[in-house]
C-alpha cells in the first residue's frame, strides 16, 4: 500500500514510479494499489529520494565505467562489475551506451527463459 509518509525523512510527498509500459494514471479503472505494487509499481519520496523497492535487476552504469551493464543480484552478466548497488532500469536494451557482452547474455537469458518459461542465473 502506498505509505502516508516517507520512512526516511517523514515527508507526506510520495508518488509513484511506474510499472514498465505503465503509468498508474492509465491502468484500468479499480487497479488497487496493492495491485499496482505486484506489477511492479514503486512508491517514492519527492523530498528525498527514498524508494519502497528496487530492481533486483536491470541496467545500472556504474561510476568508473564507460558503458551501462545488465546486473542480476548486484553481478554485471558479462562478469566486469561484482557488486553495484546503484539504481537499475528496465528497459532501453537496444542502447549504443550498453556492454555488447551483456546485451548478448540479456539475449540469451531471455531465449532460455522463454523456453523453459522460468529465470535461470548466469
Known amino acids: 500500500m502506498k505509505p502516508e509518509e ?8 510520495i508518488g509513484e514510479l511506474d510499472i514498465p509500459g505503465y503509468d498508474i ?9 496493492e495491485e499496482y505494487e505486484k506489477a511492479g509499481g514503486r512508491w517514492y519520496c519527492i523530498t528525498c529520494g527514498w524508494m519502497s523497492k528496487r530492481f533486483e535487476e536491470g541496467w545500472g552504469w556504474p561510476t568508473a565505467s564507460r558503458k551501462a551493464h545488465y546486473f ?5 552478466l558479462c562478469g566486469r562489475w561484482g557488486i553495484f548497488r546503484g539504481e537499475l532500469y528496465q528497459g532501453n536494451d537496444d542502447s549504443p551506451d550498453n556492454c555488447a557482452e551483456c546485451k548478448r547474455l540479456l539475449e ?8 523453459t518459461n522460468t529465470f535461470t542465473r548466469p
Do not use: F, H, I, M
Open 108 to 115: 540469451e537469458r531471455r531465449k532460455k527463459r522463454d523456453e
Open 25 to 33: 494514471e492509465d491502468l484500468p479503472s479499480g487497479y488497487t494499489e
Open 6 to 13: 516517507c520512512p526516511k525523512c517523514g515527508s507526506k510527498d
Open 72 to 76: 542480476v543480484n548486484a553481478t554485471s
